[in-house]
């Protein structure tokens, strides 16, 4: 039995939709206002928790063999990025589990200081690895389905709004082949206890996407590109309000104002160990857009 968490997001619910797939047990972790239906259909068993509820994740891995967890955050990142990962790990060790996939994020190790969510990603990182459990974890760029509602928007206006440097990089990964590689992991020896930055099959800057979607979508983008510095200013002002929001905010600056990408000899490494031709941007947007 797979348990997956955060299995009605993005990369999550390709997860669940991949084991079944290949006809393989797999519980489904979600929330009760999500939107799990679809998962039921296909035959995921579906458990109803909170992630905060130490209980609830005790409950969730009776039974298990192996855990890959992929939820995410939204803002409180000490009690979902960190907290409910260290318990799903405890969890997983007293019951004997053979292998935990941990979803990180590329940069995870630079010390950045002002983000929440990296900073919590890499202390479960090192929890993992000295926890004796077999694990992989792996570190993307960014997830393509993440631009899906941007591409949406574009299709209605044509409008790009690009903050900071447009000369950034980034290889933002398929969520398909980021899921693929996710479940693959338990079963390919060259990926127990390793750590493995996922790309996607090109470096690009941040610039090129509006480009990527107006070739798609046959429409010329109107890219609006204010400088990271009105990004901080708004920050700032939000500080005097809210400080817990403007903390929180600490991880997109992080992603706004840096690049995130992998080198020719790790997408080299990781489409050799999982045997995959890593999808580019285009070719995924294509496929969802229905162009």
């Known amino acids: 039995m797979f348990l997956v968490t955060g299995a009605t997001g993005g990369l999550g619910r390709r997860i669940v939709r991949l084991l079944r797939g290949r006809e393989m047990p797999v519980r489904a972790f979600v929330r009760l206002a999500s939107r799990y239906g679809e998962l039921e259909h296909r035959g995921a068993q579906i458990y109803i928790g909170d992630l905060q509820q130490e209980r609830d994740i005790q409950k969730a891995c009776k039974g298990v063999r192996y855990i890959i967890s992929a939820h995410g955050c939204d803002g409180n990142a000490q009690a979902l990025e960190y907290r409910a990962n260290i318990d799903l790990i405890d969890q997983a060790k007293e019951i004997g589990v053979q292998h935990f996939v941990f979803i990180s994020v590329l940069g995870v190790d630079r010390g950045y200081e002002d983000a929440p969510t ?5 202390e479960v990182e090192k929890y993992l690895q000295a926890s004796g459990l077999n ?3 792996l ?4 997830f ?3 631009l899906l509602p941007l591409a949406e928007r574009f299709r209605q206006t044509g409008i790009y709004l690009l903050i900071g440097d447009p000369k950034n990089r980034t290889s933002i990964v398929s969520t398909d082949d980021l899921a693929r590689i996710a479940v693959d992991s338990i079963s390919i020896e060259a990926a ?3 750590i493995f930055p996922v790309g996607g099959a090109e470096i690009l800057e941040r610039g090129e996407i509006p480009r990527i979607f107006g070739r798609i979508l046959q429409r010329e983008p109107t890219i609006i590109n204010p400088p990271l510095l009105a990004f901080d200013a708004v920050r700032g002002v939000l500080g005097l309000i ?3 929001a403007q903390k929180s905010l600490g991880t997109l600056r992080t992603l706004l104002g840096n690049e995130f990408f992998c080198t020719r000899d ?3 490494n990781l489409e050799s160990v999982f045997g995959i031709k890593m999808e ?3 070719s995924f947007l294509r496929r969802y857009l229905g162009v």
């Open 135 to 137: 694990y992989t974890i």
């Open 139 to 142: 570190r993307p760029a960014g």
């Open 242 to 244: 809210n400080p817990s």
């Open 280 to 282: 580019t941007l285009e």
């Open 192 to 194: 127990r206890n390793q």
């Open 144 to 146: 393509a389905s993440n």
């Open 118 to 122: 990296f900073k919590a990603k890499r």
């Open 266 to 268: 790790q997408m080299a």
